[in-house]
């Protein structure tokens, strides 16, 4: 696995490749989400990313979210019943491509969220495609039910 310094550089790569502005609050964003495997919401964010840089405003690191999310940097995922938590999805030659793609199960019984690989649902994907011409997203909404220990 790569060191968390890696992704941080690599996403502000991105970001000057782009020509985008490599900001402080942009920066204490992606360290938030670089820093954790645990599945922040902005509220979250925004205390982290506080700390990294004091004196930003809520609505910048709110922004900075969004700026992130439409460059492809961020993505968002919908939990049932809570607010969208957010990942960071930076693409590194040696971190293989279903470590960073996953999905989510949630519980509506206890609430816990469990990451799958995005491919686990590859052949539902296919099919509904197929039969539907219709293309699943399945790492921005959660997928609910019970869990094995509340059943």
Same mark, same amino acid.
């Given at each position: ?27 204490? &964003?992606? $360290? &938030? ?7 922040? +919401?902005? +509220? ?7 700390? @990294?840089?004091?004196?930003? *405003?809520?609505?910048?690191? =709110? ?5 992130? #999310?439409?460059? #492809? @940097?961020?993505?968002? !995922? *919908? ?6 938590? =957010?990942? @960071?999805?930076? +693409? @590194?030659? $040696? ?6 793609? *996953? ?7 206890? *609430?816990?969220?469990? +990451? ?24 921005? !909404?959660?997928?609910? #039910? ?6």
């Amino acid at each position: 696995m790569p060191s968390p310094a890696a992704r941080v550089q690599a996403a502000l790569d991105v970001l000057r490749a782009r020509g985008e502005r490599v900001t402080r609050v942009r920066q204490a &964003v992606i $360290e &938030v989400l670089d820093s954790t495997a645990d599945h922040l +919401d902005a +509220d979250q964010i925004v205390g982290e990313a506080a700390a @990294l840089a004091p004196g930003v *405003h809520r609505a910048s690191i =709110y922004r900075a979210l969004a700026t992130l #999310g439409d460059l #492809g @940097l961020v993505t968002h !995922t *919908h939990m049932g019943g809570s607010a969208a938590v =957010y990942h @960071l999805t930076v +693409d @590194l030659p $040696e971190t293989a491509v279903e470590a960073q793609s *996953h999905a989510h199960l949630q519980c509506s019984s206890c *609430h816990r969220v469990i +990451d799958i690989p995005v491919a686990v649902l590859d052949p539902l994907a296919a099919r509904v495609e197929r039969d539907l011409g219709f293309r699943l997203e399945p790492q921005h !909404t959660a997928l609910l #039910g019970i869990c094995a220990d509340c059943r």
